[in-house]
């Protein structure tokens, strides 16, 4: 490679178009996202959502119990399934009542997992690590951009994912939170 | 993202907006107006910008999607941030960080770079780089090959005409990395276009 080759290519970098005109018009999309709420009637919907986990963890528990079998000795909760307070970033932390609803469920999880067959409790706590690890880094990533609609969606797409992830336990199907609930 | 906000609207051609200023005491005033959350201000300010917004999210991802979906988050952020502009640097030099910003958090937490698409073909597509030849056709492709940070530096330095230090300001990165991913770069497009005869 030589310097007048570099010099050439260079030059012919620097005759590339800067502006170039996007297939389709973007301005919908981004006129949505400005006048979007930016958190209406989030945390009524976040309380009901925790409301109706807690309820599959109870239901899912009795279900078990009814039909479990003798079970050798209960191992230990690994002790990294911890669920992180959630929030929006540092604009939209979520409210009081969710976080004791979610509390709740947690400490119901905590009871009825010990209660599974191991390997059955190691898939769903390997699965809600994920989740949580997921909702763990857009968090922090809302930290940095608290106004960052994609991350809002993404944070709500793993609060979903998390929720669903319990419901499949017993057979529940309808979604509880959609986009707007933020 | 896109597909979601896609959806809004299928009349905004009925609200296009003038888009070119007589001046730039106009465009000025636009972002003072916009700058008090007017939204027809903002969007002449994205008709008069969101061709240089695009081509540079285009150009740094490679990638029509992703670069539609950058210039969206961009112009987003940019409405939310815009009180903070003070005018210290041109309107389009601050949209471009921003948009840079916008490049740089979307690839580095969706980690799609394996998903991209070869938009070589899409890039020299003439409605969209309608001025590039068979051999800056070649170029445009062999950048969009490029590894992300050599990619990135290549664009901002050689197409877009950044220094090493403005480069490395935007991109988060020292002088010196600038200067040796645009090294990188080079030799790396050499290596692709001289067996294609670019150098002859």
């Given at each position: ?9 260079l ?5 590339l178009?800067?502006e170039i005109s996007p297939q389709r ?5 981004i ?6 709420p930016q958190?209406a ?5 976040f309380?009901q959502a925790a409301?109706v986990?807690?309820l599959?963890?109870?239901?899912s ?7 479990r ?7 230990q ?5 911890v ?6 970033g540092?604009?939209h ?6 976080v004791?609803?979610?509390n ?5 999880m ?7 067959l191991p390997?059955?409790?190691?898939d ?6 994920l989740i949580q ?5 857009i968090?922090q990533?809302?930290?940095q951009?608290p106004?960052n609609?994609l991350?809002?969606?993404?944070l ?11 419901r499949?336990?017993s057979?529940?199907?309808r ?8 | 993202?896109?597909?979601l906000?896609?959806?809004y609207s299928?009349?905004y051609?009925c ?8 001046t730039a005491?106009?465009?000025a005033?636009?972002i003072r ?9 903002f969007e002449?300010?994205?008709r008069l910008?969101v ?11 490679g990638?029509?999607?992703?670069a539609?979906d950058c210039t969206?988050?961009?112009f987003?952020?940019a409405?939310h941030k815009?009180t903070?502009f003070?005018?210290d640097s ?11 910003n ?6 580095r937490?969706?980690k ?12 020299a597509?003439?409605?969209r ?5 068979g051999e ?9 090959r490029?590894?992300e940070?050599a ?13 090493h230090?403005?480069a490395?300001?935007m991109?988060?990165?020292?002088t010196?990395?600038?200067?040796a991913?645009l090294?990188?770069?080079?030799k790396l497009?050499m ?7 670019f150098?002859?």
């Open positions: 490679m030589t310097d007048i080759n570099d010099d050439k290519l030059q012919a970098a620097a005759q178009d800067r018009d973007l301005w919908p999309g006129a949505q996202a400005m006048h979007a958190r009637g989030w945390a009524p919907m309380a409301a986990v807690l599959v963890g109870a239901s528990a009795i279900t078990y119990v009814a039909v079998e003798p079970q050798p000795q209960l191992a909760i690994a002790p990294a399934l669920f992180e307070r959630a929030s929006f540092s604009n932390e979520l409210g009081d009542e969710f004791d609803a979610r709740a469920l947690v400490a119901a905590n009871v009825e997992l010990e209660k599974l390997t059955t409790r190691a769903v706590e390997a699965n809600l690590e690890e997921a909702i763990y880094e968090n990533a809302l930290e951009e106004d609609t991350l809002q969606q993404r709500l797409s793993a609060y979903r994912e998390e929720l669903t992830l319990l499949r336990v057979g529940l199907t979604d509880i939170m959609m986009r707007n609930d933020i | 993202m896109a597909a906000l896609t959806t299928s009349d051609s609200d296009m907006v003038e888009t070119h200023p007589d005491a106009d465009e005033a636009w107006r916009a700058q008090r959350a007017d939204a027809l201000a002449k300010l994205y910008h061709d240089k917004v695009y081509g540079l999210c285009l150009r740094m991802t990638n029509v999607s992703e539609e969206q988050d961009a987003i952020q409405w815009l903070k003070r005018g041109a309107f389009s030099t601050w949209l471009h960080r921003v948009a840079v916008a490049v740089l958090g979307r690839m937490k969706a799609r770079e394996r998903e991209r698409v070869d938009a070589a073909a899409e890039l597509a003439p409605a780089a309608a001025s590039d030849d800056l056709r070649d170029l445009a492709a062999a950048i969009e490029l590894p940070g990619r990135h530096v290549f664009v901002l330095h050689a197409v877009y005409g950044y220094s230090d403005e490395g300001d991109l988060g990165i020292a010196g990395t600038s200067k991913q090294h990188r770069a080079r497009l290596a692709e276009l001289q067996p294609q005869g150098t002859e």
